[in-house]
C-alpha cells in the first residue's frame, strides 16, 4: 500500500481506532520480535497513527467551551477553554 493510501485510510479511523492499532504497534516493538524491515514500516504508520490522534484532538479541544460564572458562581456564558 503507498504512503498516500496509507494516509488516506487512517485518515477515516476514528480516534479510537486510530489509538488501538498505535497501542497494538508500540506492544509489538517492545517485544523485539519483528523484523527491522517490518519494524521500521509499522514504525512509520505508528507516527500516522500519531499525527492523526494529535489532530483529532486538537479539533476536539477547539471545540470545547469553558463556563464563565460571575462572582455568585451563577453561569454567565461560554468561552474557548484555552483562554485565561
Known amino acids: 500500500m503507498s504512503d498516500s493510501a496509507v494516509s488516506a485510510e487512517?485518515?477515516?479511523y476514528s480516534f479510537e481506532k486510530a489509538v488501538a492499532e498505535l497501542e497494538s504497534i508500540v506492544a509489538r516493538l517492545e517485544r523485539g520480535d519483528v523484523a527491522l524491515?517490518?519494524?521500521?514500516?509499522?514504525?512509520?504508520?505508528?507516527?500516522?497513527?500519531?499525527?492523526h490522534c494529535e489532530t483529532l484532538l486538537n479539533a476536539a479541544e477547539s471545540r470545547i467551551e469553558k463556563i464563565r460564572l460571575?462572582?455568585?458562581?451563577?453561569?454567565?456564558?461560554v468561552e474557548?477553554?484555552?483562554?485565561q
Open 10 to 12: 487512517i485518515s477515516g
Open 37 to 51: 524491515d517490518e519494524s521500521i514500516a509499522i514504525y512509520e504508520r505508528g507516527e500516522l497513527l500519531k499525527k
Open 70 to 77: 460571575d462572582r455568585a458562581g451563577k453561569p454567565t456564558g
Open 80 to 83: 474557548p477553554l484555552d483562554s
